[in-house]
């Protein structure tokens, strides 16, 4: 199958070649070593852009106002990072350095999603972007009435979870949902959806103790009606503690992805029971079932401070974990030293975000390069310094406090395989082929025509360096927003954004999204409808002296 493949490319290169010279490009990139993950495409090769697709990969000469000399290079498709929290200008402008060319926060997501797009299309965008509907600020605008929004809510809004918690009670993170408040949530999560949210983003880790199984059941039924995702920070996450193994949380996900015949992500499935998940889900899409995990090759995670795993019940008394030695946090270039100065920040600040350091994970990184359809999503964090604040996009590197995964995630795995003998091929499809084959098996178009390097695909480009590629950033105050070197050329939709390694001030993203639909699927949860759909009525019901035949019967008429 791959010869014939080969031979088919071979031919359809070749007739491009015969009429290359007289076409008009928009930018070419020559002597480069094309790579298609796909197609298995692997030659040295000239490629022709025009109006953002690439028209011509060719062996033939083909000119352009505009060149890129990239022998020595590889010619590969741009990064796909679907667990991508940099949502401000600084953050995106790391990612870029680090040859991401579409960011879509699928885990956290927005509220609101209509006015998100709008925002993000009238601010212009230097990556192609995309969101769930988020479950996390969806709760928060009904059970936290108190938190006013004035907008679309993403990770640049943590400002609302420290509002959400000035009385005391965080309701999006700790309140049980009853009937009528999980059909308010679903609503939202609905219009999500109709105004073209990619999926739900659901951080069950977070609200351990407020999501019910039966609100998360419906939130997957929500993007299920729609045919979209789920991608989950299931409940269990990091517990390696029976009866709250971090599997048992896949496995609630899971069942309702199946039963619902919807896809479904695993959250950076880099932590405890990441084996028994990537079996069960290898077995699922065996199956047919359009599921996958992530994960990022670094022993740091990061999150707010807030976070209910990060509790004292948990983290100190059920996990055995101390804060001394987990919590570093980037604002004061420490670690937390104890429950004390943690249940202070946590008061004041409870939006604050942390770096956890998990050293057990380190055998295991080097095994998430060799799993296939197991992708590489960064999880990386906004933009700040250490004051909290937001960096401009001028900002120095330097000048970045937080996890060095945001700036080096891709690179990292890029020299972790070179180091390890892995294929390239596999490591590219890592990080953006299997991404995109995903989301495109969900209708999803936008990913149809990425991730690959091929004639009509979209032109979103990352050109590597293959001997040289590194990341730099580390945990050292100072380093930890280092721009990965190595990722001389990024091109995002036929426009070069990074050039020599220098972002430029362009802005050529795209939104990745669903169409917008007329009417919505809302479907609420009604108690009487349940029970006609799921109980035998009584009148129904004849006995004679044995009763098995009559209920047997009554049974199957039922449906």
């Not at 033939?60 to 200008?89: C, N, R, Y």
């Not at 009904?142 to 990770?155: L, N, R, S, T």
Request: hydrophobic share 40%.
């Amino acid at each position: 199958m791959k010869k014939i493949t080969l031979t088919l490319l071979a031919c359809a290169c070749a007739g491009l070649a015969s009429t290359a010279t007289a076409q008009t490009y928009d930018l070419v990139i020559l002597n480069g070593r094309v790579m298609d993950p796909e197609t298995m495409f692997d030659a040295i090769a000239n490629v022709g852009i025009k109006d953002g697709r690439i028209q011509a990969i060719t062996k033939q000469k083909i000119t352009s106002k505009e060149t890129i000399d990239a022998k020595g290079l590889v010619v590969a498709p741009g990064f796909i990072d679907t667990h991508f929290h940099s949502v401000d200008v600084f953050a995106t402008k790391m990612a870029l350095r680090d040859g991401v060319t579409t960011g879509m926060d699928l885990e956290q997501g927005a509220a609101r999603v209509g006015p998100w797009y709008e925002k993000k299309l009238k601010e212009g965008w230097q990556v192609n972007f995309g969101t769930t509907s988020s479950l996390l600020f969806n709760r928060m605008i009904v059970h936290d009435p108190e938190v006013k929004f004035d907008g679309p809510a993403d990770m640049t809004s943590l400002e609302l979870i420290n509002e959400s918690a000035k009385d005391g009670v965080p309701g999006w993170s700790v309140t049980r949902s009853d009937l009528d408040h999980m059909n308010q949530v679903v609503r939202l999560l609905d219009e999500d959806l109709r105004q073209g949210a990619i999926g739900i983003g659901v951080g069950s880790a977070y609200m351990a103790r407020g999501l019910t199984t039966y609100e998360q059941f419906e939130a997957q039924r929500a993007a299920a009606r729609y045919g979209r995702l789920a991608s989950v920070h299931t409940r269990f996450h990091v517990s390696n503690q029976t009866p709250t193994e971090a599997q048992i949380g896949l496995d609630e996900v899971l069942v309702n992805a199946m039963l619902l015949k919807a896809p479904l992500i695993l959250a950076h499935d880099n932590d405890y029971g990441w084996w028994e998940n990537e079996e069960k889900l290898r077995m699922a899409r065996a199956q047919g079932y359009n599921v996958w995990g992530e994960y990022y090759p670094y022993v740091e995670g990061s999150t707010g401070v807030s976070a209910d795993f990060l509790q004292p019940k948990l983290w100190l008394d059920t996990y055995h974990y101390e804060y001394k030695d987990t919590l570093y946090d980037p604002t004061t270039d420490s670690f937390i030293p104890d429950r004390a100065t943690y249940e202070k920040i946590v008061k004041e600040e409870p939006g604050r975000i942390v770096v956890v350091v998990m050293p057990y994970r380190k055998p295991w990184v080097n095994k998430w390069l060799r799993i296939p359809h197991m992708t590489v999503a960064s999880d990386s964090m906004i933009g700040i310094g250490v004051d909290g604040k937001f960096l401009p996009w001028d900002a120095d590197f330097g000048l970045y406090a937080g996890n060095p995964r945001t700036p080096g995630a891709m690179a990292k795995t890029l020299r972790l395989g070179r180091e390890q003998g892995v294929p390239l091929m596999f490591t590219l499809a890592q990080l953006s082929y299997w991404s995109a084959l995903h989301l495109g098996d969900t209708g999803l178009q936008d990913m149809k025509d990425r991730g690959r390097v091929q004639v009509g695909k979209i032109a979103d480009l990352t050109l590597i360096d293959p001997e040289k590629v590194t990341d730099k950033s580390t945990m050292k105050k100072g380093e930890q927003g280092l721009p990965s070197t190595g990722l001389p050329y990024v091109i995002v939709n036929g426009t070069i954004v990074v050039k020599n390694n220098e972002v430029l001030p362009v802005k050529p993203g795209k939104p990745i999204r669903f169409p917008v639909e007329e009417k919505g699927r809302f479907k609420p949860v009604n108690i009487t409808e349940w029970l006609d759909k799921y109980t035998i009525p009584v009148e129904t019901m004849h006995f004679d002296d044995t009763g098995a035949a009559d209920i047997l019967d009554t049974i199957g008429k039922k449906k």
